[in-house]
C-alpha cells in the first residue's frame, strides 16, 4: 500500500470539471466539507439528506462560500430501501455518468433499537446497507466514467468489533457494537466491491475512509435518546475542544480516496496522527484488520447483504 504524501491537503485535489458527485449526508458536518471542496474544484455535486429544508439551506450556503452554482440537492431518508432505490432511479435517469460517489451518510449510536419498515435495525441501514445499495444500484453510471471512486466512509470508533449475520435486525441491541459493526462492514465491503469492479475489468475503485474525531454535530448529539458513551463524549469535547479536528480537516481522507491520482482501490485512509484521530490522510492500521482479507468472509457479507436488500 502506498501511503499519500505528506501534508496532503485540499490544494492537491485535481480539477474536477465536468465531473459529477454524489455526497450522502452532504448537508452538514464532514460531508458538508467534502461537497464544498468539490464545488471548489468544478464538480457538480448531488447531495443527499433526509430533511428537505436543511438541504436547501445547505445548497444555498455552499453556493454563496463557493461562488459555484452546479449544485442540487434530493431528499431521500436513507433508512427506506424503496427511497434509496427511488433515489437510485432519479440518478440513473438523470446523471450522464457519475464519478464520484462518496457513501458518508450515518447514524450514531441511538440508546434504543430503531428497525426499519424493511426489518433493519437503524444504524446498519443507514450507515452500510444504503451506500451497498446505491453502489450496485449506480454501477451502470459509475462505469461510463473514466476512473471513477466509490469512498464508504467508515469511523475511528470501530474499537474491536465481531460480525455476526444474525445482528442486522437489531436483536441483542448494544449501540456501540451496532455501530461498530456496521463501520466494519463498510471496509470490508470497500475492498470486496473493489474486486468485484477489477475481475469485471471496470476501471471503478472501491475505496474507503475514516474522518477521525471531527467536530459535528453527530459526535455532540446530548439527548437521552443517544447513547451514554456518545453523552461522555460529548462532555469530554466540551472540556477538551482541542481533541476535535475541523470538518474540512476530517474530510481530507475522503477527498484524498475520491480524487487523489496515487489512491488506491480497496484501501482504507484515515488521519495520520494520534492512532487515526488527527491529522492529515494517512493510511489506517485497519487495513490490516483480519476480516479484511478473509476471502470467504468477505463473500459472505456480500451474499447477506444483497439477500437484504434485494439488490
Known sequence: MQAPKRHWTERDMPDLTGRYAVVTGGTSGVGFAMSAALLRHGATVIIIGKNRLKGKTAVETLKQQTQRQLIRFIAADLSDQTAVNQLADELLATLPHLDILINNAGVMMPAKRTVTRDGVELMWAVNYFAGFMLT??????????????????????????HLTFNQFDGRDYRPWTFYANSKLAQAMMAVKLNQLFHEAGQSVMVNGSSPGLAATSLKTIQSWATAWPMRLAALSFRIMPWLRQSPQRAALPALYAATDAHAQGGVVYAPASWHGLRGYPGLWSWNGRPELHDQDLLNRLYRASRQVTGV
Not at 150 to 156: E, G, H, L, W, Y
Open 136 to 161: 450496485l444500484r449506480l454501477s451502470s453510471l459509475l462505469e461510463k466514467a473514466p476512473n471513477a471512486r466509490v469512498v464508504n466512509v467508515a469511523s475511528i470508533a470501530m474499537g474491536r468489533p
